[in-house]
């Protein structure tokens, strides 16, 4: 099976990590536009039966809220676990973070409606859970740890890609946990070992 782990920027001018999981062999690379995502997922994933994809950005909105312009709750059930966690993250509300959700939202969207089932994830706390300090050098020595076989000069956002498409993979092996709730919108991560 093959797992697409997306780290998202909060604009297509920005750098969004990409990465095809097959077992421990990834593969990686830059893209910019919601255009280019959707065509490599799709080109990544045809003719495979489960089609998953996990994101790295808030894909719902807090209960309350009816857009990210409007006010409303600044948490989601998600995010106050994640604090529960001692898990630092930032809030969809914050400045630069609207955009993200704002774009989030949208590809989600997109995806599910290709037929896609779309994990939302951060590799934060996949760092965190795995006790790896959120540095480069740091998360590549875990990923070889692990076996996960990766060129020597990835950025983090492809490492945050990585992160991803591990949890989308953990997911369909029933190794993940939901946080959240189901009205909201789960956030997915690795189950503790």
């Known amino acids: 099976?093959?797992?697409?782990?997306?780290?998202?920027?909060?604009?297509?001018?920005?750098?969004t990590g990409f990465?095809?999981?097959?077992?421990?062999?990834?593969?990686?690379?830059?893209?910019?536009s919601n255009k280019e995502i959707i065509s490599e997922t799709l080109s990544e994933l045809q003719g495979t039966h489960d089609k998953m994809v996990a994101i790295d950005a808030p894909l719902f909105l807090p209960l309350g809220r009816k857009t990210i312009e409007s006010r409303g709750p600044h948490f989601r059930v998600c995010d106050l676990e994640l604090r529960k966690m001692k898990i630092k993250f930032f809030p969809i509300s914050?400045?630069?973070m609207?955009?993200?959700?704002?774009?989030?939202i949208a590809l989600r969207e997109m995806l599910e409606d290709h037929g896609i089932k779309v994990l939302e994830t951060y590799p934060g706390a996949v760092y965190d859970i795995f006790h790896v300090e959120r540095n480069d050098e740091k998360?590549?020595?875990?990923?070889?740890?692990?076996?996960?076989?990766?060129?020597?000069?990835?950025?983090?956002?492809?490492?945050?890609?990585i992160a991803c498409a591990l949890v989308a993979q953990a997911f369909s092996?029933?190794?993940?946990?939901?946080?959240?709730?189901?009205?909201?919108?789960y956030m997915y991560l690795p189950r503790p070992e």
């Open 1 to 15: 099976m093959k797992f697409i782990g997306i780290d998202l920027a909060g604009s297509e001018k920005r750098e």
């Open 19 to 32: 990465c095809i999981l097959q077992g421990k062999k990834v593969k990686t690379k830059i893209l910019h």
């Open 94 to 96: 914050l400045g630069p």
């Open 98 to 104: 609207r955009m993200l959700t704002k774009r989030g």
């Open 139 to 161: 998360i590549k020595a875990w990923l070889k740890r692990i076996g996960i076989r990766i060129k020597p000069r990835l950025t983090r956002h492809e490492l945050d890609a």
């Open 173 to 185: 092996k029933s190794k993940a946990m939901a946080i959240g709730e189901r009205s909201e919108g």
